[in-house]
């Protein structure tokens, strides 16, 4: 079949899939292996359409002949074209069915990770979508017990909120990564992610839910006695007392600058906004703490 015409290729698959009077059912195994073939002259001819087109039928052909797994390559592939030729509302939805279909396998890090490049393609075109898929890709190794392997799609999707100013979600993700290093045992990253979401906090000039946050995690021994908790530390009091100079010199810091560049450009911004003196409450003041979020 080397140098058939991909057009007769996908003709003859398209009549092996119609039944008619005299075809009862459909030939999907032939079909499949034609549309695979056009699909790929196609693709090396850089006709992506078409080749897109064909990456869909030959998924649909091998989802008939119960191969999640092929089919789900196929769907990666057609929307691998999509990202070419900027049809975004297919890349998302390519992307996503081959997670599903990868699901289907009981596959959750190619599902996840479907969903990641998906999230990719979109983060400027379509950032609403490209953080809703980052968080359905990191959701499904948590649910897998692979947060681990999750840490750049954290990382992926606080980047997007920042870029959209969305500092409160942002800080959200970060503590949702930092739960996710405990329970990797990755207890640098989980210092490191906490110091990071106080940093987005005061980058939104929420001053009291950045010492909220601080409080909080300090009743994690390992924050509490790291490098990270002890800049959180400094960099709140510097807050307390209006320190500009001192803020400034805190966010220049070695531990600040081995966070992810993200957070370090926001911590060199600080101060965000006009500073005033303010009087240190007691922790007996403070709200009731919620541990059960921090580990």
Not at 58 to 86: I, P
Request: charged content about 30%; hydrophobic content about 40%.
């Amino acid at each position: 079949m080397a140098g058939a015409d991909p057009e007769k290729l996908i003709a003859k698959a398209d009549k092996l899939t119609k039944l008619t009077l005299t075809r009862w059912s459909a030939d999907w195994r032939n079909a499949t292996q034609y549309y695979e073939q056009a699909a790929t002259a196609f693709r090396f001819a850089k006709k992506h359409e078409k080749a897109k087109v064909a990456f869909e039928k030959a998924s649909k052909g091998q989802e008939m002949l119960s191969s999640s797994w092929d089919a789900a390559k196929h769907m990666e592939s057609a929307a691998a074209l999509a990202v070419e030729l900027s049809i975004w509302g297919e890349v998302a939805d390519f992307y996503k069915r081959a997670a599903e279909l990868y699901n289907e396998c009981g596959r959750a890090q190619p599902a996840s990770d479907a969903l990641a490049k998906g999230a990719r393609a979109l983060e400027d075109a379509k950032p609403e979508e490209a953080i809703a898929m980052y968080t359905d890709a990191f959701s499904l190794l948590e649910e897998d017990g692979k947060e681990n392997m999750a840490f750049d799609v954290y990382r992926a999707a606080t980047n997007v909120y920042i870029k959209l100013e969305k500092y409160t979600d942002a800080a959200t993700v970060l503590l949702r990564w930092a739960v996710a290093a405990n329970k990797s045992n990755a207890l640098h990253s989980q210092c490191k992610a906490y110091l990071s979401a106080i940093i987005v906090y005061l980058s939104a000039h929420d001053f009291k839910q950045a010492e909220k946050c601080y409080n909080d995690c300090c009743q994690i021994d390992t924050f509490l006695g790291s490098d990270q908790g002890h800049c959180a530390s400094k960099l709140l009091s510097a807050y307390r007392e209006a320190d500009v100079e001192e803020i400034k010199h805190i966010a220049k810091s070695s531990t600040i600058s081995n966070l992810d560049h993200m957070i370090i450009r926001l911590a060199r911004k600080l101060p965000a906004g006009e500073l005033v003196p303010m009087q240190v409450e007691s922790l007996e003041n403070e709200e009731d703490l919620d541990e059960d979020n921090l580990t």
